[in-house]
T-cell receptor, first 113, second 114 residues
Framework: KAGVTQTPRYLIKTRGQQVTLSCSPI?????VSWYQQTPGQGLQFLFE???????NKGNFPGRFSGRQFSNSRSEMNVSTLELGDSALYLCASSLGQGAVPLHFGNGTRLTVT | DQQVKQNSPSLSVQEGRISILNCDYT??????FLWYKKYPAEGPTFLIS?????DKNEDGRFTVFLNKSAKHLSLHIVPSQPGDSAVYFCAASAPGGGADGLTFGKGTHLIIQP
């Protein structure tokens, strides 16, 4: 069974631009969560999607948004990029809303210059 | 305010010995706890978990202990092997997943010395 797939693996963007990250969950998994990992803050919860609806959201500004498609694939968007948005963005999938454990992809490394 | 704390940023253990990684939490609503292992350039990999109704869970070389009264859990790896060198994250979940997803500690870098 294929794992969680995230694309692209690396991105370099300029301040003020926007970016879209993509995630394909494990087959059969219907919940997708997104986390931001930075050296100072560790892994922080961004949001969870289930049945194409955002179910939970972490403490991040509205510049961070996402969506989930009918095939459970998810995208995350960050608008008006700031230097502090440089991080590893991790997508995780699970069987259902709030289900554990989460299974993580290898992440997208975003660098904002 | 960190609700899940891993107070040791790094830990060095000799190959073949026991590795003990510790984690403390403050939120009494947490009822499910997980350990993840992360290699560089890879995502975290689920290792083992424990429900708050148990105080111990074993899976091969890995054992997790939960002390609810102390709000403390630990991961024991016996015997430690070179491939165990990685960053280990403790995570906690409230019932139903909670509004905040999984809450992670900042990780402990385990180094297994040959």
């Amino acid at each position: 069974k294929a794992g969680v797939t995230q694309t692209p693996r690396y991105l370099i963007k300029t301040r003020g631009q926007q970016v879209t990250l993509s995630c394909s969950p494990i087959s059969g998994h219907r919940s997708v969560s997104w986390y931001q990992q930075t050296p100072g803050q560790g892994l922080q919860f961004l949001f969870e999607y289930f049945s194409e609806t955002q179910r939970n959201k972490g403490n991040f500004p509205g510049r961070f948004s996402g969506r989930q498609f009918s095939n459970s694939r998810s995208e995350m968007n960050v608008s008006t990029l700031e230097l502090g948005d440089s991080a590893l963005y991790l997508c995780a999938s699970s069987l259902g809303q709030g289900a554990v454990p989460l299974h993580f992809g290898n992440g997208t490394r975003l660098t904002v210059t | 305010d960190q609700q899940v704390k891993q107070n040791s940023p790094s830990l060095s253990v000799q190959e073949g010995r026991i590795s003990i990684l510790n984690c403390d939490y403050t939120n009494s609503m947490f009822d499910y706890f997980l350990w993840y292992k992360k290699y560089p350039a890879e995502g975290p990999t689920f290792l083992i978990s424990i429900s708050s109704i148990k105080d111990k869970n074993e899976d091969g070389r890995f054992t997790v202990f939960l002390n609810k009264s102390a709000k403390h859990l630990s991961l024991h790896i016996v015997p430690s092997q070179p491939g165990d060198s990685a960053v280990y994250f403790c995570a906690a979940s409230a019932p139903g997943g909670g509004a905040d997803g999984l809450t992670f500690g900042k990780g402990t870098h385990l180094i297994i010395q040959p």
